[in-house]
């Protein structure tokens, strides 16, 4: 199938069949394709957390807008994401680069004197603003891939940051939770949309051309 009849088929599944998993393989594809996805001069600002231990999903529950899709889903994809950018996290991501591609240290040095002055020029809210966006991007492409594996997924930000944050130790790792994905196997019998035509707006209304 092609990219768009993937995306036609995929919809935001609200409940999932409580004893099924997504196999490791299709759950690899799908955090490769968040892995693979373009960021803001490259720097890769987020952190992908795969929840897949019971324990914690149930921790997780009673900040959940959907808390069975918490519970019942096999695998809780968390995006979050640096809480500020730094000259020390610019540097490595560079310092990485320039050697996976033989290149001396500080070949960027221009352009990363640039970025830290102009980051630097911002609040951090701002530049928490900034790196959730990136994430974002992942999330797409991860979601994309799991329709094109035919693997059920929902979207979502109905949760307790907090929470998240909290159960998952995200502080001290430098981390603030952003948006999840619940991945599974839909049940069709709670799924109430799954049965439901997919609604967006027509190309003539979505797009303006100049």
Same mark, same amino acid.
């Given at each position: 199938?092609?990219?768009?009849?993937?995306?036609?088929?995929?919809?935001?599944?609200?409940?999932?069949?409580?004893?099924?998993?997504?196999?490791?393989?299709?759950?690899?594809?799908?955090?490769?394709?968040?892995?693979?996805?373009?960021?803001?001069?490259?720097?890769?600002?987020?952190?992908?957390?795969?929840?897949?231990?019971?324990?914690?999903?149930?921790?997780?529950?009673?900040?959940?807008?959907?808390?069975?899709?918490?519970?019942?889903?096999?695998?809780?994809?968390?995006?979050?994401?640096?809480?500020?950018?730094?000259?020390?996290?610019?540097?490595?991501?560079?310092?990485?680069?320039?050697?996976?591609?033989? #290149?001396?240290?500080?070949?960027?040095?221009?352009?990363?004197?640039? @970025?830290?002055?102009?980051?630097?020029?911002?609040?951090?809210?701002?530049?928490?603003?900034?790196?959730?966006?990136?994430?974002?991007?992942?999330?797409?492409?991860? #979601?994309?891939?799991?329709?094109?594996?035919?693997?059920?997924?929902?979207?979502?930000?109905?949760?307790?940051?907090? @929470?998240?944050?909290?159960?998952?130790?995200?502080?001290?790792?430098? #981390?603030?939770?952003?948006?999840?994905?619940?991945?599974?196997?839909?049940?069709?019998?709670?799924?109430?949309?799954?049965?439901?035509?997919?609604?967006?707006?027509?190309?003539?209304?979505?797009?303006?051309?100049?």
């Amino acid at each position: 199938m092609s990219l768009l009849e993937d995306l036609n088929w995929r919809h935001a599944v609200k409940a999932f069949k409580p004893n099924e998993t997504v196999s490791q393989e299709n759950i690899d594809k799908i955090v490769e394709a968040a892995r693979l996805a373009p960021t803001s001069s490259g720097l890769q600002p987020f952190r992908l957390l795969v929840v897949e231990d019971q324990d914690i999903k149930n921790k997780l529950v009673k900040g959940a807008l959907n808390p069975e899709c918490m519970q019942e889903c096999s695998h809780v994809l968390i995006f979050a994401g640096w809480k500020d950018y730094s000259e020390q996290k610019i540097d490595e991501v560079y310092d990485m680069t320039t050697d996976k591609r033989g #290149l001396p240290r500080g070949r960027f040095s221009s352009y990363t004197d640039q @970025l830290k002055a102009y980051v630097g020029s911002k609040s951090a809210e701002e530049n928490f603003e900034h790196i959730a966006r990136q994430a974002y991007i992942a999330m797409g492409l991860a #979601l994309a891939q799991a329709a094109e594996l035919k693997v059920d997924s929902c979207p979502a930000e109905g949760f307790s940051t907090d @929470l998240v944050d909290e159960v998952l130790e995200l502080d001290k790792l430098g #981390l603030k939770s952003i948006a999840l994905i619940y991945v599974g196997v839909a049940d069709p019998e709670r799924d109430w949309v799954g049965s439901m035509a997919k609604v967006r707006l027509p190309t003539e209304d979505f797009v303006i051309n100049y």
